[in-house]
């Protein structure tokens, strides 16, 4: 039997419509990291000795820093051929991310990003996963969807909600909510976006994988 597929997202919720579109196909591995640099490089690690893949994706939903990008937008980055000619019949569209440590949060923090990085998006997790690729000289692609746009301001600042274990509270999110209530509509709005640009991944990855 040939290597499979490892398919990777930071959270479940991003995994979920894949998962439905695939099912239980023996030759793709989903593997849920976790958020930010410290869950990412463990899961990444453990998971490229234990599956040996032939292929890596490091998937998820990305904040858009070039304005013209859209909720549902799939972006791609690799220096695979082949990957790119099979993502870009499938309907994504090239670009550059860059890998930061922290949410970015409003349009003003976006913006200077997109000055400082030129990149097109920006997420927290895949360069650790093309680096442990690179390491080990396994073909890897980055594949995202736009969850936020350029110049939206998130409801509220994830950051400081994150547990020691770069997790996110779900007591500090409730408190947060609490204090706030007025921004009820504009996370619902959030996750309703998150959810189509996790969809949208998906129907991606299917095409190619």
């Known amino acids: ?6 398919v990777c997202f930071a959270l479940e919720g991003e995994a979920k419509p894949f998962r439905k579109l695939i099912r239980d196909r023996a030759d ?20 490229l000795k234990t599956i ?17 990008l859209r909720i549902g937008d799939v972006l791609f980055e690799t220096r695979a051929k082949g990957i790119t000619e099979r993502l870009s019949a499938a309907g994504a569209k090239p670009g550059t991310f860059t890998c930061e440590d922290r949410v970015a949060i409003t349009r003003a923090e976006k913006a200077a990003l997109r000055e400082q990085t030129k990149a097109d998006a920006v997420e927290m997790e895949s360069a650790f996963i093309q680096t442990a690729c690179a390491e080990q000289i396994i073909e890897c692609a980055t594949v995202r969807a736009v969850s936020d746009i350029a110049d939206d301001d998130l409801p509220l600042d994830f950051n400081s909600l994150w547990t020691p274990r770069q997790k996110l509270s779900p007591a500090k999110l409730a408190f947060a909510i609490l204090k706030a209530p007025q921004k009820i509509p504009a996370l619902m709005r959030l996750g309703k976006n998150s959810a189509f640009a996790a969809e949208q991944l998906a129907l991606v990855l299917a095409k190619i994988i």
């Open 1 to 6: 039997m040939s290597a499979p597929v490892l």
């Open 52 to 68: 040996q893949p032939s292929h890596v994706f490091t998937c998820g939903v990305a904040g858009a820093l070039d304005p013209s």
């Open 28 to 47: 793709v591995r989903v593997l849920v990291t976790g958020m930010a640099r410290r869950n990412t490089e463990r899961a990444i690690q453990t998971a």
